[in-house]
T-cell receptor, first 117, second 114 residues
Framework: GAVVSQHPSWVICKSGTSVKIECRSL??????MFWYRQFPKQSLMLMATSNEGSKATYEQGVEKDKFLINHASLTLSTLTVTSAHPEDSSFYIC?????????????FGPGTRLTVL | LAKTTQPISMDSYEGQEVNITCSHNNIATNDYITWYQQFPSQGPRFIIQ???TKVTNEVASLFIPADRKSSTLSLPRVSLSDTAVYYCLVGDPYSGGGADGLTFGKGTHLIIQP
């Protein structure tokens, strides 16, 4: 099946620093990748949609200047949390949408646990 | 995206068949139904996807009645490792370049006991 990886799997940083999270589709090309955030005991919430070669589309309430998304290739998207604060601590999950011709399915990465001190 | 309603939690025992039903009264003609499984601190894992009638794969079956206003995920002979949160989502997977992110509901927390 389709495999999506994320790096790092967890990161701890100091308040005010920036953190970059990578999302890769390992065995398929993904023109579209998505970034989600999940707080403890809550469901996933879509943050933004990332299309290769174009600007990301952010959901309402998500600060685009704080959560920078780059989708430079068909297999890599990055999320940079700039000037992170404790309230940004969360579980960040990416997904990649396959384009195999059959119903497109989103495949999720394993997630990145961000803790901001 | 069509809103879905699932039970918040379910309990069962090892070896039993578990059926989780999802209501999606406002499902659109082009919408498919997709189920994901999520373990704590992991990303959701795709289980099964279907449009109508019945779909079966190596891990589950998906039953969809003719009106498509609900669907049932069936897990045969569950084990302790099936304890997880199960999400039912409805959407159009052929939306192409305008691909939509998924709207997750609260999911069903399935607890399997020995």
């Amino acid at each position: 099946g389709a495999v999506v990886s994320q790096h790092p799997s967890w990161v701890i940083c100091k308040s005010g620093t920036s953190v970059k999270i990578e999302c890769r589709s390992l065995d398929f090309q993904a023109t579209t990748m998505f970034w989600y955030r999940q707080f403890p005991k809550q469901s996933l919430m879509l943050m933004a949609t990332s299309n290769e070669g174009s600007k990301a589309t952010y959901e309402q309430g998500v600060e685009k200047d704080k959560f920078l998304i780059n989708h430079a290739s068909l297999t890599l998207s990055t999320l940079t949390v700039t000037s992170a604060h404790p309230e940004d601590s969360s579980f960040y999950i990416c997904s990649a949408r396959g384009t195999s011709g059959s119903p497109d399915t989103q495949y999720f990465g394993p997630g990145t646990r961000l803790t901001v001190l | 995206l069509a809103k879905t309603t699932q039970p918040i939690s379910m309990d069962s025992y090892e070896g039993q068949e578990v059926n989780i039903t999802c209501s999606h009264n406002n499902i659109a003609t082009n919408d498919y139904i997709t189920w994901y499984q999520q373990f704590p601190s992991q990303g959701p894992r795709f289980i099964i996807q279907g449009y109508k009638t019945k779909v079966t794969n190596e891990v589950a079956s998906l039953f969809i009645p003719a009106d498509r206003k609900s669907s049932t995920l069936s897990l045969p002979r569950v084990s302790l490792s099936d304890t997880a949160v199960y999400y039912c989502l409805v959407g159009d997977p052929y939306s192409g370049g305008g691909a939509d992110g998924l709207t997750f509901g609260k999911g069903t927390h399935l607890i399997i006991q020995p």
